[in-house]
């Protein structure tokens, strides 16, 4: 059994002792690039114990008071990985990119170790292939996802739209006017339009509530639709038509 002795590897910065983090709950960050960076400076506002690792020691002094624990390191190195107590984390994050090779050797060691949840970032599809063939069950495509999200705000009738699938996604619109003002039962709108109106907020409100099939909603609501790509798109330009 490999000795954790942390301590006396390069590790350069640490506040916590990493395998003590790793067995209380921590998420390990691997790559604190501009992706992992924000990942991880978004769990640790939130509270959660970080465990950073980064080859680069500028990055790493970066990150050195921001998470509980970071170090520099090779993360394609087995032992490393072990000596940070990598092995004992349940949630890893890969978010190494533009090194494939470094990307998939860090995936493949990371799936050795028998972690409980994985992701891995890919930054293209054949990137993203390999890491699911390799067995990584949660493959996430930043600049992809976010083109595609941009493509739909960009039309102008969705103000936010979440990808949930491929074929799957979550997008805040306003009511067409063809369903507003009547109980949302009496739209007929899944069997016509393909979409479930999940939720909705009041203008000027604050608070998104369930919408039930009681609901009567306004065209100045907002609200969250759910379906394909293509039906919350033809759905959310219902009115285009009617519009000066
Ligand atoms: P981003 O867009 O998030 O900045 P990227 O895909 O452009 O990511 P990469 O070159 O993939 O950038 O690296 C992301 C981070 O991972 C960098 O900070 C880099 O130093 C680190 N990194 C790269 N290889 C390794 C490795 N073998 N072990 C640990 N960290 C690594």
Same mark, same amino acid.
């Given at each position: 059994? +490999?000795?954790? !002795?942390?301590?006396?590897?390069?590790?350069?910065?640490?506040?916590?002792?990493?395998?003590?983090?790793?067995?209380?709950?921590?998420?390990?960050?691997?790559?604190?690039?501009?992706?992992?960076?924000?990942?991880?400076?978004?769990? *640790?506002?939130?509270?959660?114990?970080?465990?950073? +690792?980064?080859?680069?020691?500028?990055?790493?002094?970066?990150?050195?008071?921001?998470?509980?624990?970071?170090?520099?390191?090779?993360?394609?190195?087995?032992?490393?990985?072990?000596?940070?107590?990598?092995?004992?984390?349940?949630?890893?994050?890969? *978010?190494?990119?533009?090194?494939?090779?470094?990307?998939?050797?860090?995936?493949?060691?990371?799936?050795?170790?028998?972690?409980?949840? +994985?992701?891995?970032?890919?930054?293209?599809?054949?990137?993203?292939?390999?890491?699911?063939?390799?067995?990584?069950?949660?493959? /996430?495509?930043?600049? !992809?996802?976010?083109?595609?999200?941009?493509?739909?705000?960009?039309?102008?009738?969705?103000?936010?739209?979440?990808?949930?699938?491929?074929?799957?996604?979550?997008?805040?619109?306003?009511?067409?006017?063809? /369903? *507003?003002?009547?109980?949302? *039962?009496?739209?007929?709108?899944?069997?016509?339009?393909?979409?479930?109106?999940?939720?909705?907020?009041?203008?000027?409100?604050?608070?998104?509530? /369930?919408?039930?099939?009681?609901?009567?909603?306004?065209?100045?609501?907002?609200?969250?639709?759910?379906?394909?790509?293509?039906?919350?798109?033809?759905?959310?330009?219902?009115?285009?038509?009617?519009?000066?």
């Amino acid at each position: 059994m +490999i000795e954790k !002795n942390w301590m006396a590897r390069s590790a350069s910065f640490f506040t916590g002792d990493p395998t003590r983090l790793a067995k209380d709950g921590a998420v390990a960050v691997i790559g604190l690039g501009r992706f992992g960076g924000s990942l991880a400076k978004e769990l *640790a506002s939130h509270g959660v114990d970080v465990i950073g +690792i980064d080859i680069a020691e500028a990055v790493v002094a970066e990150f050195a008071d921001r998470l509980a624990h970071v170090s520099r390191g090779d993360a394609t190195d087995e032992v490393v990985l072990r000596q940070l107590g990598i092995d004992e984390v349940s949630r890893v994050v890969i *978010a190494i990119g533009s090194d494939l090779e470094a990307s998939i050797l860090v995936a493949s060691r990371i799936l050795k170790l028998g972690n409980r949840h +994985i992701w891995a970032k890919a930054i293209s599809e054949p990137h993203a292939e390999i890491l699911h063939q390799l067995g990584i069950p949660n493959v /996430i495509s930043p600049e !992809n996802d976010m083109g595609r999200r941009l493509a739909h705000l960009i039309r102008g009738h969705i103000s936010d739209f979440l990808p949930i699938d491929e074929d799957f996604v979550l997008a805040r619109t306003t009511p067409p006017v063809r /369903i *507003a003002d009547v109980p949302l *039962a009496s739209t007929g709108l899944r069997g016509k339009y393909d979409v479930t109106v999940v939720a909705f907020k009041r203008r000027g409100g604050s608070r998104w509530d /369930i919408a039930d099939r009681d609901v009567t909603l306004y065209a100045d609501d907002e609200i969250l639709i759910a379906g394909s790509p293509h039906h919350v798109e033809v759905f959310s330009e219902l009115d285009k038509d009617t519009e000066g």
